[in-house]
Nanobody
């Protein structure tokens, strides 16, 4: 079982920045595909960004150019740097860890979520 603990959410004005962190309780953090997802009120959870063990990164079109995902395998931590925040970025942000073997997800863990609120 892997525990994921997010931090760094809060209230920020439009145009501002925040950095989210997610610490994982696993000694094999480096093999996991790490991701950030978000869920706004009344909407489905959606992908924000993912980063593989090899550093391959994927962003949703809505955050491309504004958000940056990174990972520190030595610290078992994944980050999401969010710049130029917009009110529509307001959501609960969730950290996710997936272990994938031969294209099959064999483990899938979620954090408890951290609230990000962007005021206009």
């Amino acid at each position: 079982q892997v525990q994921l603990v997010e931090s760094g959410g809060g209230l920020v004005q439009a145009g501002g920045s925040l950095r989210l962190s997610c610490a994982a309780s696993t000694s094999i953090f480096s093999i996991y595909v790490m991701g950030w997802y978000r869920q706004a009120p009344g909407k489905q959870r959606e992908l924000v960004a993912t980063i593989t063990s090899g550093g391959r990164i994927n962003y949703s079109d809505s955050v491309k150019g504004r958000f940056t995902i990174s990972r520190d395998n030595a610290e078992n931590t994944v980050y999401l740097h969010m710049n130029s925040l917009k009110p529509e970025d307001t959501a609960v942000y969730y950290c996710n860890a997936k272990r994938i073997q031969f294209s099959v997800t064999i483990s899938d863990y979620w954090g408890q979520g951290t609230q990000v609120t962007v005021s206009s």
